[in-house]
T-cell receptor
């Protein structure tokens, strides 16, 4: 699986948009970009995934650059409950949680 | 619908003992994957079971084993526990056949003393 690089930590004010970047310069043509988050002491939670088009769901938006070497997860209006570690993962779409390679992620702190 | 259920939530064992952890996937999900999470190593893949067969395996010693039953419930076993096995053990279930997100359980926190 391709390696990803994320900043170790970020801060965001409540109500503002949180933009979490991820670099994946060695991504292959069949690899998707997945985002998970883990709130303290809970299991990871799927957020969103995409191949090359921008994606949006009720939780977030995913912006993937045209060359697919980087992406940004956008939480449009961050709340205190969004404080968590966010993981960017790239891998083929197997439809399972098998062999997900979690890096160190970005610790997002949402503050008042 | 009910989420992924892991039991027990907390466990304390002594070195040398063995332990069995249980995971009940979401109804209809047939793939169960197990992960170990420690502060030093982060989240690491242990193995995946599908239709009672191990499909993928991570880089863990043979002391770590698992199985899956016909109802898709899965167990993992760790024998001859070591202090370094203290971790949060997570399982995730997935539906096979097109992408759906994987759902993780709350985990079992194992402490080896």
């Amino acid at each position: 699986d391709a390696k990803t690089t994320q900043p170790p930590s970020m801060d965001c004010a409540e109500g503002r948009a949180a933009n979490l970047p991820c670099n994946h310069s060695t991504i292959s043509g069949n690899e998707y970009v997945y985002w998970y988050r883990q709130i303290h002491s809970q299991g990871p939670q799927y957020i969103i995934h995409g191949l090359k088009n921008n994606e949006t769901n009720e939780m977030a938006s995913l912006i993937i650059t045209e060359d697919r070497k980087s992406s940004t997860l956008i939480l449009p209006q961050a709340s205190l409950r969004d404080t968590a570690v966010y993981y960017c993962i790239v891998r083929p779409d197997t439809g399972t949680a098998s062999k997900l390679t979690f890096g160190t992620g970005t610790r997002l702190q949402v503050t008042l | 619908k009910a989420g992924v259920t892991q039991t027990p939530r907390y466990l304390i064992k002594t070195r040398g003992q063995q332990v069995t952890l249980s995971c009940s996937p979401i109804s209809g999900h047939r793939s169960v994957s197990w992960y170990q999470q420690t502060p030093g190593q982060g989240l690491q893949f242990l193995f995946e079971y599908f239709s009672e067969t191990q499909r993928n395996k991570g880089n863990f010693p043979g002391r770590f084993s698992g199985r899956q039953f016909s109802n898709s419930r899965s167990e993992m076993n760790v024998s001859t526990l070591e202090l370094g096995d203290s971790a949060l053990y997570l399982c995730a279930s997935s539906f096979i056949g097109g992408f759906t997100e994987a759902f993780f359980g709350q985990g079992t926190r194992l402490t080896v003393v």
